[in-house]
């Protein structure tokens, strides 16, 4: 990756937990890309693994907590990002959560308040940053990257709400990509294959699912945190500087497959 292409870049990355977050790769990218970052953790206990991985970025990031439930908290990381960084060029949205119970097996039993939480966390939270960052973005043709799955369009499994909640955040993407175009900022979403991380671990039989893709998939094979991260450069960087609104699979081909 040439270090040039985000050089002097001001990039926000919400969602590493540890280092086999899609999140971690793609802070990983972006620095090596030349970006200066701004990492968030939800809690104290993954607030020890991030500084422990920011240590190994060129340039010491920003580290911030930010839960994306909480709107204080999503003021605060803002007002922080602006007093140090004093503008924003991008966002990188790499957050997801259902409760347990809610990925697995039957669908109809999914709990109101489990419904509520899911989308809170998972798609609501692309709308509260965005808000707060465009400001930060003003005259700097901002990127806003979130990260999507298939299953908020076809059926998986026991990905049940999260793919509700995709369904969601895929769509917040295109309203939000219509209304801060005419600030010139952009947002985009990268749908990945499986990978196998904390929060895909928390979905019943993941493991059936990544055999299953590499199987089928035109590649056949999974795809690699890197690849991910790559598309996250390229979408941060003037290269894209056409494409907004968009859904991008990273999947190595398997959501063209029928059958
Ligand atoms: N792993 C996969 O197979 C896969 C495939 C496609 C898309 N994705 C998406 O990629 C994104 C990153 O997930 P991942 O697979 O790297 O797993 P991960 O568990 O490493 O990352 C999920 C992140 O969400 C954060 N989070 C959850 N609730 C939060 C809250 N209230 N406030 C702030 N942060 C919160 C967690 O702390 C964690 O950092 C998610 O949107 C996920 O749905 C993952």
């Known amino acids: 990756m040439s270090s040039a292409l985000l050089k002097g870049k001001k990039i926000a990355v919400f969602g590493v937990a540890n280092k086999w977050s899609i999140a971690w790769a793609i802070t990983q990218a972006l620095s090596e890309a030349g970006a200066h970052i701004a990492l968030t953790y939800i809690d104290e206990r993954t607030e020890e693994n991030v ?24 003021d605060t990381v803002f007002s922080k990002i602006k007093h140090e960084f004093g503008e924003l060029d991008g966002l990188i949205h790499a957050i997801a959560y259902a409760r347990k119970e809610d990925l697995d097996g039957s669908f109809l039993k999914t709990s109101r308040a489990g419904f509520q939480e899911a989308l809170d966390v998972s798609a609501y939270s692309l709308t509260a940053l965005s808000r707060a960052a465009a400001p930060l973005m003003k005259g700097r043709d901002g990127c806003i990257v979130t990260l999507s799955f298939l299953g908020g369009w076809r059926v998986f499994p026991n990905y049940n709400v999260m793919g509700v909640a995709k369904a969601a955040l895929e769509t917040s993407v295109r ?32 493991r059936t699912l990544l055999t299953q893709s590499a199987a089928k998939a035109p590649l056949q094979r999974n795809i690699e945190p890197a690849e991910v ?10 290269l894209s500087r056409g494409v907004t609104g968009e859904i991008l699979y990273v999947d190595a081909g398997y959501n063209i497959i029928g059958a």
């Open 51 to 74: 500084r422990t991985l920011a240590k190994t970025l060129p340039h010491h990031p920003l580290i911030l907590p930010c839960d994306v439930t909480k709107d204080d908290q999503i």
């Open 175 to 206: 309203y939000l990509a219509a209304e801060l175009g005419t600030q010139r900022i952009r947002v985009n979403c990268i749908s990945a294959g499986p990978i196998n991380t904390l929060a895909a671990r928390g979905i019943s039989n993941f």
């Open 229 to 238: 991260a790559d598309t996250a450069v390229y979408l941060c960087s003037h």
